[in-house]
C-alpha cells in the first residue's frame, strides 16, 4: 500500500490522539473532511491502522510489576514453537510476546501486581510446557521508555 505525506501526517495525528473528530484532523492536516476520512478508512482496510486502543496505566490498574522474561525452547522446530505461541495468546498476564534470535527463542514482557502473581504464572503457563528448555527473568526497576507510536520517518516518500 502506498503511503504518501498526506498519510503519515494524518498517522501521525492519530497516534498521538486516535479520539480526534475528523473535522479537526482534516484541518490540522490540510484536507477537507470527506478527503480525510476517505484516507483514513483506505489506512484502516490497507491495515496500516490496526486497531485503535486506550493505553491503561498498568499500575493504576494494579500491575505494579513488569517482567522480561527469555524463553530457550528444548528443540528449534516450528510445531512447538506453534503450541508454545498458542499458549501465550492466552495467559493475560503476558502483554507482548516476540520470537527472536539469540541464544533465546521467545522474549515476554509480563505485566502482574505482584511477585505471587508472576509465580502463578510461572505454574500455570511456564511449568506447564515441557519444551522450555530454560527461561530467565528480569525485573524493570524503572520504565524509562514506553511508546506506542511507529516511526513514520521509515515509511518511503512519494
Request: hydrophobic content about 40%; proline content about 3%; overall charge neutral.
Amino acid at each position: 500500500m502506498e503511503i504518501d505525506r498526506l498519510d503519515r501526517k494524518i498517522l501521525a495525528v492519530l497516534q498521538t490522539n486516535n479520539r480526534i473528530a475528523n473535522v479537526d484532523l482534516a484541518e490540522e492536516v490540510g484536507l477537507s473532511p470527506p478527503a480525510c476520512l476517505k484516507r483514513v478508512k483506505r489506512l484502516r482496510e490497507g491495515k496500516v491502522i490496526v486497531g485503535d486502543v486506550s493505553i491503561i496505566n498498568p499500575v493504576l490498574a494494579g500491575n505494579k510489576m513488569t517482567l522480561i522474561v527469555s524463553i530457550e525452547m528444548e528443540r528449534d522446530r516450528g510445531d512447538i514453537y506453534s503450541i508454545f505461541r498458542q499458549s501465550i495468546e492466552k495467559a493475560p498476564e503476558v502483554t507482548q510476546c516476540y520470537q527472536i534470535t539469540g541464544g533465546y527463542d521467545f522474549m515476554l514482557i509480563v505485566s502482574v501486581p505482584d511477585i505471587q502473581a508472576y509465580e502463578r504464572f510461572i505454574e500455570r503457563v511456564l511449568h506447564q510446557d515441557r519444551n522450555i528448555r530454560k527461561f530467565h527473568t528480569s525485573v524493570s526497576t524503572k520504565t524509562v521508555k514506553f511508546s506506542t507510536q511507529v516511526n513514520l520517518d521509515q515509511i518511503s516518500h512519494e
